[in-house]
Nanobody
Framework: QVQVVESGGGLVQPGGSLNLSCAAS????????INWFRQAPGKQREWVAK???????DYRDPVKGRFTISRDNGRNTVSLQMSRLEPDDTAVYYC?????????WGQGTQVTVSS
């Protein structure tokens, strides 16, 4: 049974940091590209960052230099370290394992950046 579980969200002040985690099981984690998406209230879901099976990373322009994605294939986990958070980063964050058209979604974790 496939499971994708995000955690680590919360309320943080502008300029603060959070570390999101995605724990996955039930599929060959090591061959999947792992994406992070986010969806703010009233907006479409948008891609944030990705890490492929070789560890190569890419980021949405507004988060470059502030967010870092990493993976631990031994533990089937992916982390998204977020720093210098801004109110516009407020959203539900989703982990999205993807491989050749097969993809999975977690339930998401809420990140709120507010003073």
């Amino acid at each position: 049974q496939v499971q994708v579980v995000e955690s680590g969200g919360g309320l943080v002040q502008p300029g603060g940091s959070l570390n999101l985690s995605c724990a996955a099981s039930g599929f060959r984690f090591t061959i999947y590209t792992i994406n992070w998406f986010r969806q703010a209230p009233g907006k479409q879901r948008e891609w944030v960052a990705k890490i492929d099976s070789n560890g190569r990373t890419d980021y949405r322009d507004p988060v470059k230099g502030r967010f870092t994605i990493s993976r631990d294939n031994g533990r089937n986990t992916v982390s998204l370290q977020m720093s210098r958070l801004e109110p516009d980063d407020t959203a539900v964050y989703y982990c999205n394992p993807f491989y050749h058209g097969t993809q999975y979604w977690g339930q998401g974790t809420q990140v709120t950046v507010s003073s």
